[in-house]
């Protein structure tokens, strides 16, 4: 009950806000991330009035006979070229959208473990193809997306070193993404099919369909899907003006790919699924997400991999301030999770409590050609991983902050850090858990704040960057080198770890170019520097001195064609 009273206090705050600023019931189009910008445009389809932001689907207001429709809230990246049947009289449409992406990237070397052996080399070169077709009759549609030769192509280090929780997966023929049927009316929505989900600002549930804009950093390799039955709908649509953008929606899910779990490699989990939010538009929503999750693995069979969770997650973004030069955007998410698990059950606890809570916020001012930026974020850490608690939060690994510490740091080493823990000729009994270590580039036990900068030199030219502060909120502690050390916390290079992860500073350069209106092309170049901090400390020297890891360099180049 507590919960509910929760959402519906937020839910009549965000009312009286909206109610004084419109009356006019504005819905959501496609949604906008919290620092806009020129952006790759999204390999998406632009259909009017669903929000693929939130996995609650917003309905679109119908116009009346003698108005214009609304104009969205921005411009759609590329709009897919829609075909009306001919000859036919059964109001048929189709519309295509497609993309193509390549990208070369690069760190300079750092080690992934404490064996002192020259570090792998890490410049994956990366493709994909999207291609995202519908077909409508009236209010029915059947709705597919595919990624083809998605994936590196060579520049990754070997499963046998890392294994294949990592933030650049190998390269695949095909990754189908989407495929249901759904069918629309004025003030509600029914979906069943393979399905992405996203929520809020993706820190924990994030489809992986978009690229950051200019002025954040990163890039999107996975995204989450679920064989879904999702009920969206607006009960006070009837009642007109800010009532009609109150959202309900129920989902039931089979989970195909996500953070937590892959059904590939036998895991079952099982969601039910309740959203309440308040849209007022695309870019001003509030709205609360409950979650319970069941997930048991079918290759093991002695109790191990359950886990049975609730979430909690409250989101949202508003503008203030708006006039045509200048805004104020704010975005933020927080949750939190609790339950039970035995996916690392120890010789101390054969079944976990899992308490663990996460936040991150998104602040953007534009005023003219310049942006100010700033990102905070807070992942739990977990203290004593030798206790009977679980309480390090994981976000999203699409959920993207920076460009080094998070995304090859912090990812390979985790990484290496499973393969060691599971290595025969290094342990007797590999530990539960093992297998999921690495962080294949989720925010893990820290928290962060990373300021920007964003400057149009042209229309079509952005420069940016800032750095970024990490601080770990557990102490970094590798789980093979800790055991072998009796139970003190060493870090992945084997020395003793201090809270402080490191400063990495990022530069960016996006230009945009469009040839044709249905045709965009973006080059994007990215670099970063990490200078690790005391979390990194490397073993004392010979005459006892401490000192961190060496500094991380990386640069990224991108390409992407959208029509």
């Known amino acids: 009950m507590s919960m509910i009273r929760f959402a519906v206090a937020a839910l009549v705050f965000a009312s009286a806000s909206a109610l004084a600023q419109t009356d006019d019931g504005g819905l959501p189009v496609q949604p906008a991330v919290a620092n806009p910008g020129g952006a790759d445009a999204p390999s998406q389809l632009i259909r009017e009035g669903f929000d693929a932001d939130a996995g609650v689907e917003a309905v679109a207001e119908p116009t009346a006979p003698s108005e214009k429709p609304a104009e969205p809230a921005t411009p759609p990246a590329a709009e897919p070229e829609k075909k009306e049947a001919s000859g036919s009289g059964l109001d048929i449409t189709a519309a295509l959208a497609a993309s193509a992406r390549v990208s070369y990237e690069g760190t300079t070397p750092f080690p992934i473990d404490s064996s002192g052996d020259r570090p792998p080399t890490i410049a994956p070169f990366m493709t994909r193809v999207r291609v995202t077709p519908e077909i409508r009759l009236k209010g029915f549609g059947l709705v597919g997306e595919a990624d083809t030769a998605t994936g590196a192509i060579f520049g990754i280090p070997s499963a046998t070193l890392v294994g294949d929780r990592v933030p650049y997966p190998a390269i695949s023929a095909l990754d189908l993404r989407k495929l249901y049927l759904e069918y629309r009316w004025a003030s509600g929505a029914f979906r069943v099919g393979l399905q992405t989900q996203s929520w809020g600002l993706g820190m924990l549930a994030n489809d992986g369909a978009k690229d950051p804009e200019a002025g954040d950093f990163g890039q999107q390799q996975f995204g989450n899907t679920t064989y879904r039955a999702l009920l969206a709908f607006r009960p006070l649509f009837n009642l007109g003006g800010a009532f009609r953008a109150f959202e ?142 679980i309480e390090n939060f994981r976000m999203d690994r699409d959920f993207k902050v920076g460009l080094v510490l998070f995304d090859h740091v912090m990812a390979y080493q985790s990484a290496r850090a499973g393969v060691r823990a599971s290595d025969p000729n290094l342990v007797g009994v590999p530990p539960e858990g093992a297998d999921l270590l690495g962080t294949a580039g989720s925010i893990t036990g820290v928290w962060y ?92 020297d010979s005459a006892g001195l401490v000192a961190p890891m060496g500094p991380v360099g990386f640069g990224r180049i991108r390409l992407m064609v959208s029509i």
């Open 248 to 389: 309900t929606a129920f989902a039931a899910d089979l989970i195909n790919r996500d953070n937590f779990g892959e059904f590939a490699r036998g895991d079952r989990a099982f969601q039910g699924v309740l959203a309440l939010r308040f849209a007022k538009d695309a870019d001003n929503t509030l709205g609360i997400y409950g979650v319970y999750r069941n997930q048991r693995n079918v290759n093991v069979t002695d109790g191990g991999k359950a886990t049975d969770v609730f979430v909690v997650d409250a989101a949202g973004k508003w503008e203030f301030f708006k006039r045509r030069n200048r805004v104020l955007k704010v975005g933020f998410e927080a949750l939190t999770i609790n339950g039970t698990t035995t996916q690392a059950r120890n010789e101390n606890a054969a079944l976990l409590r899992v308490q663990q809570f996460g936040a991150a916020a998104k602040v953007s001012y534009r005023s003219n050609r310049l942006t100010l930026l700033a990102d905070w974020g807070f992942a739990s850490g977990d203290q004593n991983p030798s206790d009977d608690r």
């Open 449 to 540: 704040l990373f300021p920007r900068v964003k400057y149009g030199l042209f229309d079509w030219l952005d420069v940016y960057g800032g750095p970024l502060f990490a601080f770990g909120t557990a102490r970094l502690a590798d789980p093979f080198n800790s055991r072998l050390g009796g139970g003190t916390a060493i870090n992945p290079v084997g020395g003793r770890p201090g809270l402080y992860m490191g400063t990495e500073v990022d530069l960016g350069v996006q230009a945009r170019v469009r040839p044709i209106p249905e045709l965009l092309i973006t080059a994007t170049g990215e670099g970063g520097l990490f200078l690790p901090g005391d979390a990194y400390n490397l073993p004392p």
